[in-house]
């Protein structure tokens, strides 16, 4: 009799136990959502203007680059020809311009003596006004072909790290090909995708958490910056929660600040988002 008083008793205190924490931690966690993904960045890609061959190469995949800072150099021989021709042109178009100069002065003075007609006159003083514009336009022309010739020295449009070189030195390449690609470190978010039914409880500004799984004990401070206008079919790539869904919203809990760059694209992590804001982080407990 004893033994079965035992046994009953362990079996309510058991049960006690077991609903306290069950429901102990499901109010503790009420108002949050649990979600996983893979830290992603803002690309951004360093290109050329001009078709040509790569004669330079000043970075190395994984380096910190600071904006403005020199990439690459593209050597253009269509670019040197052309300016070799606006040069020759611009040399022809002063010459002319000398020599439309003296016709003129030659003409004006004799126009002062009623030695010539005013027609005569006219003309020789508007071809000595062209000769002028043709060599105005000249030298604008070079002067924005010389700062064609700049942009062949490829610079980088962000700071941040070069995470893969697109090019090598010596390659040649056509108009529009990017060099390399940089991230932005400071910069970074953890792209998740929910299922329709749960991530209409998500908005754009709520609080969020992240933590890497190179990291468990660490903590990043997020906010979600933005949530697709409409769903898409779950990745291949994506494992959701529930296998069964098909179609998926694509969020992105925006990083605020990445503590000496520790947190860099393709790390797998788990995030927390406040979905109730009236919920406190310090009631809050990671599973």
């Known amino acids: 009799m004893a033994l079965i008083f035992t046994f ?7 049960g006690i136990v077991f609903i306290g924490t069950y429901f102990g931690g499901r109010s ?20 050329t203007k001009f078709a040509g061959k790569v004669d330079q190469m000043w970075v190395k ?18 670019l040197h020809a052309i300016i070799a ?3 020759a ?18 003409y004006a003075r004799l126009f002062r003596e009623r030695a010539v007609a005013k027609t005569e006159y006219d003309h020789i003083e508007n071809q ?17 072909l010389n700062a064609d010739l700049e942009d062949t020295t490829i610079v980088a449009p962000i700071s941040g790290v070069i995470v893969t070189k697109i090019v090598r ?28 039914d749960i991530a209409g409880k998500v908005n754009l500004g709520d609080e969020a958490r992240v933590f890497p799984d190179a990291m468990p004990d660490e903590e990043f401070k997020a906010v979600v910056d933005r949530i697709a206008a409409k769903a898409e079919f779950t990745p291949k790539n994506v494992e959701t929660k529930s296998q069964r869904a098909k179609l998926v919203f694509q969020i992105k809990l925006k990083i605020l600040e990445n503590t000496n760059h520790r947190l860099k694209p393709g790390m797998p992590a788990n995030g927390t988002i406040k979905i109730d804001k009236k919920a406190s982080w310090q009631s809050y407990r990671q599973p």
């Open 128 to 144: 000595y006004i062209q000769a002028k514009e043709n060599v105005i336009a000249s030298k604008r022309e070079i002067d924005k």
């Open 85 to 87: 021709r606006a040069k």
């Open 8 to 14: 009953a008793a362990l079996v309510v205190f058991g």
């Open 89 to 106: 042109h611009l040399r022809e178009a002063e010459s002319d311009l000398n020599l439309a100069e003296l016709q003129y002065q030659r």
């Open 61 to 78: 995949e994984g380096q910190t680059v600071e904006a403005g800072q020199k990439i690459a150099h593209i050597h253009s021989r269509q």
């Open 169 to 196: 030195k010596g390659e040649v390449i056509a108009s529009g090909t990017p060099l390399v690609t940089i991230i932005n470190m400071d910069d970074l978010y953890l792209q998740i995708f929910l299922s329709t």
């Open 28 to 47: 503790e966690r009420a108002g949050f959502l649990d979600v996983s993904g893979r830290m992603e960045g803002r690309e951004y890609h360093a290109g």
